[in-house]
């Protein structure tokens, strides 16, 4: 069992910056490929970014590419999501989550995920 546990959400203006974390814990992180979703009020969950267990392979959304960076921190178990140029619809309750990968890749699929956080609240003001 995996446990994923977000923090760093919050409050911020347009343009500005904020990094979000997941730690795990239970299992080993080494072999977890890790994700950030988002959703909105009244939306369906969206995939944000994707991190493949090694590390080697990342994937973005095209409304966030070239603003956000995903990197891991596979001593800390931790997954960042580092967040600039920030605009009013990144307002979102952003989730990590984790799935178990026997190769190395990314994926945008919800259901290839098999873990989930409880969700991080980021609001961006205008």
């Known amino acids: 069992q995996v446990q994923l546990v977000e923090s760093g959400g919050g409050l911020v203006q347009a343009g500005g910056s904020l990094r979000l974390s997941c730690t795990a814990s239970?299992?080993?992180?080494?072999?977890?490929?890790m994700g950030w979703f988002r959703q909105a009020p009244g939306k369906e969950r969206e995939f944000v970014a994707a991190?493949?267990?090694?590390?080697?392979?990342?994937d973005y959304a095209d409304s966030v590419k070239g603003r956000f960076t995903i990197s891991g921190d596979n001593a800390k178990n931790t997954v960042y999501l580092q967040m600039d140029s920030l605009k009013p619809e990144d307002t979102a309750v952003y989730y990590c989550?984790?799935?178990?990968?026997?190769?190395?890749?990314?994926?945008?699929?919800?259901?290839?995920?098999?873990?989930w956080g409880q969700g991080t609240q980021l609001t961006v003001s205008s």
């Open positions: 989550a984790a799935g178990w990968r026997r190769s190395d890749y990314t994926t945008r699929r919800r259901n290839e995920y098999d873990y």
């Open positions: 239970g299992r080993t992180f080494s072999s977890l490929a």
């Open positions: 991190i493949s267990r090694s590390g080697g392979y990342q």
